[in-house]
C-alpha cells in the first residue's frame, strides 16, 4: 500500500508543483498577466503542435491506432455530454449558464494535464498512443462546444458552420496530426535538423503550459464561486471518471488502455472553455469559475483513482 502511495505521489505530485510554481510566480511578481496569455498562445499554436507532431511521427499507426478504444472513448463523450445538457435543463433556466455548465463539466484539459500526467504514469512511450487518442477527440471537443455555446443561446441561425469548421480544422493541434501521419504512415525520417528544433521545442511544451495554467488562477474567486460551478466541477472530476472508467473495465479493458482513459475522463476541464465562453456570449465568469475549482479539485480526484487502480492492480 505504501508502495502505491509512493508511486501514486510521484505520478501526480510533479505536475502540479509546476501548477503551484506558475500561481506563486504570478504571486511574487515573476511573471505577469502579459506573460501567461504569450505563453499559452506560444504553446498552442508551436510548442504543442510540435509536441503532437514529434510522439505521431515516432509511432507504428498500424500498432497504436486502437480503433475500439477510440470508438469508446467517442461514445463516453456523447453520451456524458448529452446527460449533463438533459440534467440541466430543469435546473438551469438561463441559456448563458447552462451553455458553460455544459461545457465545463464534459470538456477536459488532456492535452496538457493529462499528456503530463500519462508520461509519469506510463512512461514516455505511452504518449503515443495517448497523441492518437488526443488527435481524434480534439474535432468532438470543439463540434461539442460550439453546440453547447449556441443552441442553449438560441443563436442557431447566426452561427457560421463553415467559418466554424475551417477554425475546426486549422486548429495547430489538429494541423499537427495532418501532417504526421504521413510521417508516421510511410515511416519517413526527418532531416536531423528538422528533428533536433522540433524536440528542443517539444520539450519545453508541457512544463510552459503548467506554469501558464498556474499563472491563470485566482484563488480568491472560490470565495464567489457559485453552486453551479461546484457541480459541474463535481460532474466532471469525480461522476464522468467513476462511471466510464467502471464500464471501461467491465468491458475488458486493463492496465495502460485503462489508466490512459481514467486520466483522460478524470483530467480538469479545458482553459479554452473560458476562451469560447468569452467569445460565444456563455457566461464566462461560470466558466473561469468552473477551471479553477476542477483544475484544484483534480489533484485530489486522481490520485485518489490512480491510487485505487493501482492499489486493486488495474494498472
Known sequence: MIDNIIFTANTVAPVFIIVAIGYFSKKIKIINENFVDVTSKFVFSISLPAFIFLKIVELDLSQALAIDQIIYIYTATIIS????????IPFIKDGKDRSSFIQGAFRGNFAI???AIISNLFGRKALGEATIILAFLLPLYNVLAVIALTVPLRKEKKMDL???MIEILFNPLI???IFAIPFSYFN???P??????GIFLSDIALPLALIGIGGSLNLENIKKASTLAFTSSAIKLIAIPLIFTIVAYVLGYREKELGIMFVLF?????????IMAETMGANSKLAGNIILISTLGSVFTIAIGILLLKTIGLI
Open 81 to 88: 455530454f448529452i446527460l449533463v445538457w438533459v440534467v440541466s
Open 188 to 190: 519517413l525520417k526527418l
Open 175 to 177: 494541423l499537427a496530426v
Open 113 to 115: 494535464i493529462g499528456l
Open 192 to 197: 536531423a535538423l528538422a528533428e533536433i528544433t
Open 162 to 164: 463553415k467559418s466554424t
Open 266 to 274: 478524470a483530467c480538469p476541464t479545458a482553459i479554452v472553455s473560458f
